[in-house]
């Protein structure tokens, strides 16, 4: 059902085999993360990888190189999101750090 609904909507997953894991656990680690795209970022697509760089999760970051040409206005539009989005999950990582630590040193 999930390889027809990525034919119909022309979806791509490009993950390729690596010796780095993008899951660990103190059990396992796998690829289990898949990077989906459709024809568009397939085509701007240079090169990615899994990043070394602590995640704060026990997913490793993924990063890709894209060739695309995009306008000023574009780029701080992009640049603007991001940071919100970066806001927003360090809000909810320190949110949930603080919850844990009340929890398991009764603060």
């Known amino acids: 059902m999930l390889e027809e609904f990525f034919v119909t909507n022309q979806l791509h997953i490009i993950n390729e085999d690596s010796t780095k894991t993008t899951f660990h656990s103190s059990r396992v680690s796998s690829n289990i993360d898949l990077t989906i795209v459709n024809n568009q970022m397939l085509a701007a697509i240079k090169d990615?990888?899994?990043?070394?760089?602590?995640?704060?999760?026990?997913?490793?970051?993924?990063?890709?190189?894209?060739?695309?040409?995009?306008?000023?206005?574009?780029?701080?539009?992009?640049?603007?999101?991001n940071a919100i989005h970066n806001a927003r999950t360090t809000y909810r990582f320190l949110k949930k750090l603080l919850q844990l630590?009340?929890?398991?040193?009764q603060i």
């Open 48 to 81: 990615g990888e899994i990043s070394d760089e602590d995640s704060c999760s026990d997913h490793n970051i993924m990063k890709f190189n894209f060739n695309v040409t995009t306008t000023n206005k574009e780029k701080k539009i992009r640049i603007f999101r």
């Open 101 to 105: 630590i009340s929890e398991n040193f």
